[in-house]
């Protein structure tokens, strides 16, 4: 999260703790000499390789996350392009308008109660999930589960941004005809006019991402709304196409055991697309104002906005299977059928904003703070963002994107190790500590510290990971358990948990003890 550093200036003129800087001492009173990761403030008790000022606790006095910015988050990535093809894909399958609004409606009641009890996290600790894993984990063990984490969302980062790219190509080219013979011409994989946007794109996430958090607090705020009214207004269109009369099934829709059972299994994998957010949703709500924003941003964000997505995807489908039997794969099919050349435009840049809004907050800010967790002393959040970015350049994401060994295997496999990571991390803090948590502690590599164990890594949570990670990717890639794969999230974060309960000591003296002397102020 950014930090304002004129409220933490850097040894050794840090004045002590409860007493005002020294007005006249110059480094007190210019922040951007204080900016320096390199020697990041250590308050008494800390370490420096567990604490700079943007892992530190974030205060509670100047929290700016209200419930619309929690709203505005789950406005952005539930309308996803991804999304999109995911639910459209349901009906494809075989299932209804009615069953696809209940396999979703069924992931979204329990996506909310548990992004809640994750976002209550973040809200009562202050601090990023790399940081909230040392709870679990132990302080160093930490790095395991922000590391899964990160690696995951940095592959993504730069697909979603060749992704969106693609949209950017086709709306230059239909608006500059003249451009697309850049698209003949590769380098690396990638066309010349593909170079052009990809790092376009990437050039404007870094610029966002590089103010920090409250930045792209703001940059959600804005997109929201406009991806609202881009979709509700491509609904209509469609409706007044199809004459206001859709199909709400197809001639291949399934009945009785096997359509509830695509049912059930549609639903947990509306749950398991949210992962990732599960896991990471402190990274946000360290910034709530309070558990009732998080509540009404996660119920107007979650089931409500996921019915009107569900309607949306309905009517999508429904329109273009009634008006020439086809089901389309992505909302961008319908805008690149668009006939007016400035609607095609508009839509189109909506696309890329939503895109946008999407990556940074699922793929950008993990990694920003795994990074930042394994080189506390070296990088703050602006350097970890660009690092994480210049990653997600250099490995050349659409050759990943092309290869179904990448996808379905090494991102697949990490992605399985999702659901076991959530299960321990939530168990342990809500069932083993009932949130007890000496916040302190989670920056001390003292012997004696609550997160310590054994060498700073907890073997316990290290064995529920091994079992419960081993069953659920056996699970996603043996041929024999594949019924099983669309419940691998849930399968893995239950054992996970279960695993935690069983081996976890529950006879430790939990110390409840908030980070405000060591917390740091958010920029407003």
């Given amino acids: 999260m950014s930090i304002d550093d004129r409220d933490v200036p850097p040894p050794p003129f840090s004045p002590a703790p409860g007493q005002p800087a020294d007005a006249s001492d110059p480094r007190a009173v210019a922040p951007d000499l204080a900016h320096d990761a390199t020697t990041p403030p250590t308050p008494s008790g800390t370490s420096a390789r567990l604490y700079n000022r943007d892992l530190a606790p974030s205060k509670r006095e100047g929290r700016t996350w209200s419930a619309y910015s929690i709203f505005t988050l789950w406005a952005n990535d539930v309308h996803s392009l991804g999304n999109y093809a995911f639910a459209i894909g349901l009906f494809a399958l075989g299932l209804g308008g009615w069953q696809v609004l209940t396999a979703l409606g069924a992931g979204a009641v329990l996506l909310f109660a548990l992004l809640t009890l994750s976002g209550f996290i973040g809200e009562k600790v202050g601090v990023p999930f790399p940081v909230m894993s040392r709870i679990s984990f132990g302080v160093h063990g930490a790095q395991i589960p922000a590391l899964i984490r990160g690696i995951v969302a940095i592959a993504w980062f730069g697909i979603q941004t060749y992704l969106a790219s693609i949209v950017l190509n086709v709306l230059l080219v239909a608006v500059f005809p003249g451009v697309a013979g850049l698209d003949e011409i590769e380098f690396l994989g990638l066309s010349v006019l593909g170079w052009i946007t990809f790092v376009a794109l990437w050039i404007v996430q870094v610029l966002i991402v590089s103010y920090g958090m409250e930045m792209i607090r703001r940059y959600e705020a804005f997109a929201g709304p406009i991806i609202l009214v881009t979709f509700v207004a491509l609904a209509v269109w469609m409706l007044w196409r199809a004459d206001f009369d859709i199909a709400w099934s197809t001639p291949d829709s399934l009945t009785g055991w096997p359509m509830w059972s695509k049912i059930l299994g549609g639903g947990m994998l509306w749950v398991s697309i949210y992962a990732t957010f ?247």
């Fill in 278 to 524: 599960l896991l990471n949703f402190s990274d946000f709500t360290r910034g709530a104002k309070s558990r009732a924003s998080i509540v009404q941003g996660n119920l107007w964000g979650i089931p409500i906005n996921m019915l009107l997505f569900g309607a949306v995807v309905v009517i999508l489908a429904g329109a273009q299977f009634k008006i020439d039997g086809t089901i389309i794969e992505s909302p961008a099919d319908i805008v690149a059928a668009i006939p007016n050349t400035l609607l095609l435009a508009l839509a189109s840049l909506a696309l890329v904003v939503l895109t946008i809004a999407v990556n940074l907050m699922a793929n950008f800010v993990a990694p920003t703070y795994a990074l930042m967790n394994l080189f506390p002393k070296r990088l703050d959040f602006r350097r970890a963002a660009i690092v994480s970015a210049v990653i997600g350049l250099v490995i050349l994401p659409w050759n990943l994107y092309d290869s179904p060994v990448v996808i379905n295997y090494f991102l697949g496999g990490l992605g399985a190790l999702l659901g076991p990571l959530f299960g321990i991390i939530m168990a342990d803090y809500w069932l083993v500590r009932r949130a007890r948590i000496n916040v302190p502690d989670l920056y001390s590599e003292a012997a004696s510290g609550d997160y310590h164990y054994r060498d700073g890594v907890n073997p316990r949570a290290v064995v529920a990971l091994t079992v419960s990670g081993v069953v659920a990717l056996l699970c996603v890639f043996v041929p024999v358990l594949h019924p099983l794969t669309d419940f691998a999230w849930l399968i893995g974060a239950g054992l996970g948990a279960v695993i935690t309960l069983l081996i976890a000591n529950h006879k430790h003296p939990f110390t409840d003890r908030d980070g405000e002397t060591i917390a740091i102020a958010v920029v407003h």
